[in-house]
């Protein structure tokens, strides 16, 4: 089986005015956020506003927790609302059945030595390889392309062994 989620936005974190090189967080719940339907209050672009958000409240952009929490608020705006669950031990199983429904995931791997986070807006089980749309750009084993489009094919086996290296795999699940 085979799914990609259409005209998924795609923001290059390196454009955002705030912290550029630490907002892959913000710029990926962002993108999922847009695309379900919220949009910013007109005050830069929806990525600096989720960071903005994120401080005023003394929240954490590196807490999964506290990243659900300032998307489930920008959510909430929307009838019907858009929700993100954070389960810190999700599988491959558990994202492709929510991509089936049309919504899509946000995942924290091991891209770095400090980690990044990504969308997972597909997958096809003939490639055995999820779709990421990567706002940092695209990723190599020896690195990343900055100058690519972040949008590309990851094998299950390299998926399951940058995100999930201790068995669960880090993910927030998109709904309405």
Not at 98 to 121: A, E, K, Q, W
Request: aromatic share 14%.
């Amino acid at each position: 089986m085979a799914v990609e989620l259409k005209d998924f936005p795609f923001w290059k974190q390196l454009d955002n005015e705030l912290n550029p090189y630490g907002a892959c967080n913000v710029t990926s719940i962002g993108m999922c956020l847009y695309f379900l339907g919220v949009r910013g209050n007109g005050d830069g672009q929806l990525e600096d506003q989720l960071y903005r958000a994120m401080e005023s409240r003394g929240l954490s952009r590196h807490s999964p927790q506290d990243l659900a929490v300032i998307a489930n608020h920008y959510g909430a705006r929307l009838k019907p609302p858009i929700h993100d669950n954070f389960i810190a031990n999700a599988d491959l199983s558990d994202i492709k059945k929510h991509l089936d429904l049309g919504f899509p995931t946000v995942v924290h791997g091991y891209f770095t030595s400090f980690g990044h986070i990504v969308c997972v807006i597909g997958y096809d089980d003939k490639r055995q390889a999820v779709l990421i749309q990567d706002p940092y750009g695209e990723w190599y084993t020896n690195g990343y392309d900055n100058s690519a489009d972040g949008r590309y094919w990851l094998s299950y086996r390299t998926l399951n062994r940058l995100c999930a290296p201790d068995g669960g795999i880090w993910t927030h699940f998109f709904s309405r």
